[in-house]
């Protein structure tokens, strides 16, 4: 009993804090209960039950939710009210007889009615503290019971019966987990712990054939795309969560594997970060990478309240560090719980020193993604292959990144705002770091993963020494009317951008750069101010709002200025003809202040053969071999001239 108090404790705590409710919360909760009172109460009872749609009877046990918040959450108006508690347990009581029940199915939203309506309706009976009536609440559990009766499964009224998986069987686990300990079983309670382990475990492991899941390598893969950002951080927060609840329980002893979940968060999660931002990267839903670094502060801050001390410690610094880097978005301003306001107030109020960003190339092979990260910028490379799919388009969220996983680079560096409002406004035929088709895309569906077909190249992937790295995709586009070869080679003063045998059906192009500014910035080539909102002009180096990138040989670029929104974009592109056959390009952005531009051409030599493309650099060689695959040879080699030794990255290791 003393165990199902502290965990019921805990988790009213966590839905609505403890004590004291900051004023913009109590505000936003008192004018959506007189709105829920006034819009919805008045109908409900007499409509819903005639009303076979799904997103109304969520809409519905949403309003009941905020009803439960308001009545648990002291200083609203509503708090500790007994007309309230009457009112959330008649909502129950209706919800069951009329639209939420065995009888009624699954209105063919399995995630709806076996993850979203259960947890809902279990964190009600939570926040209503053990009031609600046992007529009203036998019934209740019986119905959750139906729709949830083992995480490990789902859709199990259904002919799509199957093994539940990643983020979806965490949330179950977590359902399943709150309703044992609702209604004191401990069959229930132990099986969820003991499966928890499951949704982080590494699919190195593995004999599966499904690539779904974390590797150790830091890749992480849902639905055949790179998604750390999005469904990885689901299985991390409800873990967390669940991890949170049980601390100094009984209940600890069951759940295993703690030493993977506290690698993942160093190897998966924290590379991604950049002043507080989340890569995109790593994201399949573009939108604000501080949001999404907002969500996954508070998910690793959260597995830091209950990890064991050899893992707290760091997971403060990393943490603390990504909040007080973060000039642009503010924590505090951003987040509405009182529980994280709460706990985090504490962190920041430490007297903790955090580490700046190692100055490092770290690599994903398994994902087909490439970084390089140190205190004065990050650059991400995006690839797909035969094991990774480009883009997914769900639910209507990226209807327009087509091309953001063809060797797509993301650049973050002292412009906080850069990504910020980007992907709603960017032009998205112009991605940086891609070469294309000019073609119509609207309402084309270029997704290149298990859901329609893979790439048939498998040569995509990286390697690492220390703050050096190579990086090769063997490209094939959406309609396959596209090849080239491409290949990145991160150095001490940026990153080199080579592609050759670029040959495709149409007008081939290739975007340099599309950047966001608040105002027209200076551009400059060869030094030469540009002042046309469009042109076209041959150069070697051009300089944009002082960023240098620099082409190897005299190169014919197009630059345009234009309003999107607030914002002006400056996109610069590389045009390669009708039908091209064998073109190619070799051009860098660099990085640091301090260099001569004039040499970095004659000390850092590029040479694009038949079968590889090679770099020889000051301190390192690199070589990028396009025969690897049919001749067992490795894909990206670093020769290291100061100990005459070589790395290698073979692409049948992945």
Request: aromatic share 14%; with cysteine.
């Amino acid at each position: 009993m003393i165990e199902k108090i502290t965990v019921l404790d805990r988790r009213r705590e966590y839905l609505a804090g403890t004590g004291f409710t900051p004023p913009d919360v109590v505000t936003f909760l008192n004018q959506k209960v007189r709105q829920i009172l006034i819009e919805d109460d008045n109908i409900i009872f007499e409509n819903y039950e005639k009303v076979q749609n799904i997103e109304k009877v969520k809409k519905f046990y949403e309003n009941t939710f905020i009803l439960a918040k308001a009545y648990m959450s002291d200083g609203t108006e509503y708090y500790d009210d007994m007309d309230i508690l009457k009112l959330i347990e008649e909502r129950l009581k209706y919800g069951n007889e009329y639209f939420y029940n065995k009888e009624i199915g699954n209105y063919e939203d399995i995630y709806g009615t076996e993850i979203e309506i259960p947890l809902m309706i279990i964190d009600i009976l939570i926040l209503t503290e053990n009031k609600i009536k046992e007529k009203v609440l036998k019934p209740v559990l019986e119905t959750l019971e139906y729709f949830q009766p083992d995480p490990r499964y789902s859709a199990h009224h259904s002919s799509e019966f199957r093994f539940s998986k990643g983020a979806d069987l965490a949330e179950a686990i977590k359902i399943f987990f709150l309703k044992g300990i609702i209604s004191e079983d401990e069959e229930k309670i132990i099986l969820a712990l003991n499966t928890l382990s499951d949704v982080w475990e590494y699919k190195d492991d593995s004999f599966s054939t499904d690539r779904d899941g974390f590797y150790r390598d830091g890749s992480f893969i849902s639905r055949s795309i790179a998604d750390t950002g999005n469904e990885g951080e689901k299985i991390i927060h409800n873990a967390a969560e669940i991890f949170y609840l049980i601390k100094g329980t009984k209940y600890e002893k069951y759940v295993k594997g703690l030493t993977n979940f506290y690698e993942i968060i160093f190897k998966s999660f924290e590379p991604f970060f950049f002043n507080g931002g989340f890569s995109d990267i790593a994201a399949s839903r573009k939108f604000s990478s501080y949001e999404t670094g907002h969500k996954i502060l508070n998910s690793i801050f959260l597995s830091g309240l209950s990890a064991p001390k050899e893992y707290q410690e760091k997971i403060w610094k990393i943490v603390k560090r990504e909040i007080e880097k973060n000039k642009f978005y503010k924590y505090f301003e951003n987040e509405k719980s009182p529980f994280f306001r709460s706990k985090m107030n504490e962190l920041l109020s430490r007297d903790l020193e955090t580490e700046e960003y190692k100055d490092q190339v770290i690599v994903f092979n398994n994902m087909d993604r490439a970084i390089k990260r140190n205190k004065n910028y990050y650059v991400g490379i995006s690839m797909h292959s035969s094991k990774t799919g480009n883009y997914e388009n769900v639910n209507g969220d990226n209807k327009k990144n087509w091309f953001t996983g063809d060797g797509a680079y993301l650049l973050y560096d002292e412009d906080y705002e850069q990504y910020e409002n980007y992907w709603e406004n960017i032009d998205p035929y112009y991605i940086p770091g891609t070469t294309e088709i000019k073609m119509d895309m609207e309402n084309v569906d270029a997704e290149r993963n298990f859901r329609t077909k893979f790439a048939e190249r498998n040569m995509a992937g990286a390697l690492k020494w220390h703050y050096y790295g190579a990086a090769g995709m063997d490209f094939v586009n959406w309609n396959e009317k596209l090849t080239s070869r491409k290949s990145w080679f991160f150095v001490s003063w940026g990153v080199i951008f080579a592609e050759s045998n670029i040959t495709g059906e149409g007008e081939v192009y290739t975007t340099i750069l599309n950047r966001k500014f608040k105002d027209i910035p200076l551009i400059k080539a060869d030094n030469t101010e540009i002042t046309e909102k469009e042109t076209k002009v041959k150069l070697e180096n051009l300089e944009i709002d002082g960023r240098t990138y620099i082409f190897y040989g005299r190169t014919e670029i197009n630059i345009k200025i234009e309003k999107r929104g607030r914002y002006y974009f400056v996109k610069v592109w590389k045009e390669h003809g009708e039908n091209p056959v064998n073109s190619s390009l070799v051009w860098a952005v660099v990085m640091k202040n301090n260099v001569v531009i004039s040499d970095l051409r004659e000390k850092f030599i590029v040479t694009i053969t038949e079968d590889k493309h090679i770099l020889k650099g000051e301190k390192c060689n690199y070589a990028v071999n396009w025969k690897a695959e049919e001749e067992t040879q490795p894909f990206c080699v670093i020769y290291r001239k100061d100990d005459n030794r070589e790395s290698r990255m073979y692409i049948k290791n992945y």
